[in-house]
């Protein structure tokens, strides 16, 4: 349900750290195909009860508007894989139809839950994606591989959706191992990941704002979308995200693999103490 309400603006010092957790977010997002949900989920959570969000919602607030900002994050990222020839728009196109049906029942369901209950599925996806990382083979290059395409992506596409939605990512944690699997370049699977981030974030975050309940959270929000936050991160992230992607095409994605494991490992833990 729709609650759009004004409180007192927030404080500058608020707004700057939403910027910072941006340019973050927009080098993970160009970077690894994610749109740094799982860094921003984290740090809001932490943030926005110190900022009059109840904590009894703060973990709600905190998924939906890392999701709101992965919109004009993955749009960023999205433009500069897309430059390099790196986006698989036929697959992209098969995934989307599974992933905005699959984004907008994980809110819905997300919604009906308590907020311990989400932060410690969030620590488990955590923990899950750090072993992942830092386990998994390197994938073959794949250069001559045709775009994965067909119905059993759109199926793929419904649970890399609700899953994103309920942990609060754009899905590239998801979306690139199933496309490397498939046998798709590493480099091209991050910015396909990319793109379906946009339709994640839109499809998710509209279903956080629009199916919260009235009076979900106190001014600036949306429903469970609190708008200085989403919005302040994505500003940042828009001018950053290029620069992941120019990154991503210049190094070799293993090294930055193990560290993102670790980085992923002492986020879930922190989470876990919260």
Known sequence: ML?????PPPMLT???????LGALVGILAGLLGIGGGLVLVASLAWLLPQHGIPREAAMHAALASSLGSIVLTSLSSTRAHHRRGSVLWPSVAWLVPGIMLGAWLGSRFAIGLDGAVLRWAFVAYCLLIAAQMAF???PAAGA???PPRGPRMSLAGGGIGAVSAVVG???GSLTVPLLTWLGVAPVRAVG???ACGIFIGLASAAGYALQAPAGALPGYSIGYVYLPAAIGVALASILTAPLGARIAHAISGVALKRVFAVFMLLVGLGMAAW
């Open 3 to 7: 609650a759009l309400r004004r409180d």
């Open 14 to 20: 608020l707004l700057l750290t939403f910027l910072a």
């Open 136 to 138: 998994s083979g390197t």
């Open 144 to 146: 001559g591989v045709a």
């Open 169 to 171: 990512i754009g899905g």
């Open 192 to 194: 396909t990941a990319a």
